[in-house]
């Protein structure tokens, strides 16, 4: 009876230990499964990373250049200061001048536009075009150069002038550039008087008048996807070129003043667009 008790509990023991070993073994080869598991799953992302992995899987690239038109519209102001301007004598300080600004004789608002086509991401060719308002002024009653007092007679003067530069952009920041331009410009000028049969002798500035000159500027812009805003400083030269005449009925020694006129700096904002090509 108690040889059978110690079989039993033999049998027990031993069924016991073999139970416990298989769950080891178990337990082992389920965390070897995982180790393995695991360590392929990171030699297969290395080697997706080494060869450039699947076409999902590419990180997305910066877009490309594209060559592009834009046309800007600005507005602001100009200061072209004929009130100090003393260069033709024709308009001009009061001491020195037959007329003397009394309207927008040191600036007022200007409109225009530009239109330019970009070569590369950082230079552009560009075309513009600004409006200058009309400047007014009265007959002082100073006799300049044997040129009777004007005294009673009014003189006006408009003018516009247009450009074609080169332009640099610089990114300052992400969408934000800062810009310069160099180039050239045209200026023209046109001269009218009223109450002309008072005063008379200066038949040189009632007619047109107009300079070439070099055009420089500056300014930010910030680009919103095909929109852009920004604001620019431009500058145009002054001239002071006149012209003398002595034409049959105009005093011997008599001068006009189609050609000059004083420089002008444009402050102005705008808005533009750009057209993909």
Not at 1 to 19: A, I, L
Not at 69 to 80: A, K, P, Q
Not at 182 to 211: D, E, P
Request: charged share 10%; proline share 3%.
């Amino acid at each position: 009876m108690s040889r059978c008790f110690s079989n039993k509990v033999f049998r027990c023991f031993v069924g016991s230990v073999f139970v416990r070993s298989k769950k080891r073994e178990f337990k082992m080869s389920v965390r070897k499964l995982l180790v393995l598991s695991a360590a392929g799953l990171a030699a297969i992302g290395a080697t997706a990373a080494i060869a450039g992995g699947p076409d999902h899987m590419a990180m997305p690239s910066e877009p490309g250049f594209q060559n592009s038109v834009y046309i800007d519209l600005h507005g602001g102001y100009e200061n072209s200061n004929w009130s100090d301007f003393n260069s033709n004598n024709v308009l001009g300080p009061s001491a020195t001048s037959n007329y003397v600004p009394t309207s927008r004789g040191k600036g007022y608002w200007t409109a225009g536009a530009d239109m330019g086509y970009n070569i590369t991401q950082h230079i552009a060719a560009e075309a513009g075009w600004f409006y200058q308002v009309k400047v007014s002024g009265n007959g002082t009653t100073l006799a300049t150069n044997g040129v009777a007092s004007q005294s009673g007679n009014s003189l006006n003067v408009h003018s516009w002038f247009a450009y074609m530069a080169a332009r640099l952009n610089v990114a300052l920041a992400d969408d934000f550039d800062l810009f310069g331009k160099v180039g050239v410009g045209y200026r023209a000028l046109s001269y009218s008087r009223t109450n002309q049969a008072s005063g008379g002798g200066i038949t040189g500035v009632t007619g047109n008048g107009s300079y070439w000159a070099p055009v420089f500027g500056t300014g930010v812009q910030y680009n919103w996807g095909d929109w852009m805003l920004g604001a620019q400083y431009l500058y145009f030269p002054a001239n002071t070129d006149v012209n003398r005449t002595t034409a049959s009925g105009v005093t011997a020694g008599a001068y006009g003043a189609p050609n000059a006129a004083p420089a002008i700096h444009t402050y102005t904002g705008f808005v533009g667009y750009k057209f993909a090509v």
